[in-house]
């Protein structure tokens, strides 16, 4: 079945220990989404790409970056994490910036920070 | 700036209809989305409403869309254990903005 994985399930990572996220998808979309969700809020857009061309968002901060080497993954590296970066991260999919089916979503990484 | 607002809980009984409401503030959505989201997994896309219509119904779910008061509702006829996630409400205009989700749980 054409889907998105993300791996691992769960990771814990040490304060200030750089740590990547994994996303992979057979769908063969051309956009790839990583959302922040913490608890009892809005899964939060960081950035995506559309293709090969990165767009962050104004407010995502400096300590999250991301890398694309072909179409089918997309990583999340967070350079240094904090107590405030854990949060269970979200990869999504979508054919296209402007298409109507909604995105479609990993299982998501719950990151624990210690 | 966008902004989506659900409210956070809601309690309804086994076989009953349950309505999620949702508000929304950027008039220039085009799409409008309800995501389902169980414990411990990702969203899952249960439905979409395109910004010039007014209804839409799909089995058991059924989406209603006041443009003029930028509200979105979802109906779920004859609620089920199955049912009980969160339901997050989405607005779509160049991105997909998300509300903070509507927990569901479901009484015996």
């Known amino acids: 079945d054409a889907m998105v994985i993300q791996n691992p399930r769960y990771q814990v990572t040490q304060f200030g220990k750089p740590v990547t996220l994994s996303c992979s998808q057979t769908l063969n979309h051309n956009v790839m989404y990583w959302y922040q969700q913490k608890s009892s809020q809005a899964p939060k857009l960081l950035f995506h790409?559309?293709?090969?061309?990165?767009?962050n968002e104004a407010d995502t901060p400096d300590n999250f970056q991301s890398r694309r080497p072909n179409t089918s993954f997309c990583f999340l590296d967070i350079r240094s994490p904090g107590l405030g970066d854990a949060a269970m991260y979200l990869c999504?999919?979508?054919?296209?910036?402007?298409?109507?089916?909604?995105?479609?979503f990993g299982s998501g990484t719950r990151l624990t920070v210690v | 700036g966008e902004d989506v607002e659900q409210s956070l809980f809601l309690s309804v009984r086994e076989g009953d209809s349950s309505v999620i409401n949702c508000t929304y503030t950027?008039?220039?959505?085009?799409?409008l989305y309800w995501y389902k989201q169980e414990p411990g997994a990702g969203l899952q896309l249960l439905t979409y409403i395109f910004s010039n219509m007014d209804m839409k119904q799909d089995q058991r779910l059924t989406v209603l869309l006041n443009k003029k008061d930028k509200h979105l509702s979802l109906r779920i006829a004859d609620t089920q254990t199955g049912d009980s996630a969160i339901y997050f409400c989405a607005e779509r205009d160049d991105k997909i903005i998300f509300g903070k989700g509507t927990r569901l749980h479901i009484l015996p």
């Open positions: 790409y559309y293709d090969k061309d990165f767009n």
């Open positions: 950027d008039s220039s959505s085009t799409y």
């Open positions: 999504a999919t979508s054919r296209d910036v402007g298409a109507s089916d909604g995105y479609t």
